[in-house]
């Protein structure tokens, strides 16, 4: 399985930006794709998942309202829709994936087996 997430970049206060998370190597209807960040000096924390065939998704509570995770089965790829962006959003974004179906602990970092690079997300104030 391969990760490869791309659409960071610099923005201002109240921008948008869209990442994308091309996943390729596997049939993923049974995985669930997950969006983390981590900001310079902190811990990886969890943004959004969902489940690639659909019907439960989650967020973080920094980010609801602001952020959706979306998906295009034709093109393998999983997206972050990320609006109203603050200067706190700033941190390197990594899409992951986990085999299996939906539980409770899919904010859990840990609980995924595969990782994409991270791209960088900077807003300024």
């Known amino acids: 399985v391969q990760l490869q997430a791309s659409g960071g970049g610099l923005v201002q206060t109240g921008g948008s930006l869209r990442l994308a998370c091309a996943a390729s190597?596997?049939?993923?209807?049974?995985?669930?794709m997950g969006w983390f960040r981590q900001a310079p000096g902190k811990e990886r924390e969890f943004v959004a998942a969902?489940?690639?065939?659909?019907?439960?998704?989650a967020y973080a509570d920094f980010v609801k309202g602001r952020f959706t995770i979306s998906r295009d089965n034709a093109k393998n790829t999983v997206y972050l829709q990320m609006n109203s962006l603050k200067p706190e959003d700033t941190a390197d974004y990594y899409c992951?994936?986990?085999?299996?179906?939906?539980?409770?602990?899919?904010?859990?970092?840990?609980?995924?087996?595969?990782w994409g690079q991270g791209t960088q997300v900077t807003v300024s104030s």
């Open positions: 992951a994936a986990r085999v299996g179906g939906w539980t409770i602990r899919s904010s859990y970092a840990g609980e995924y087996d595969y």
């Open positions: 190597g596997r049939t993923f209807s049974n995985y669930v």
């Open positions: 969902s489940r690639w065939s659909g019907g439960r998704t």
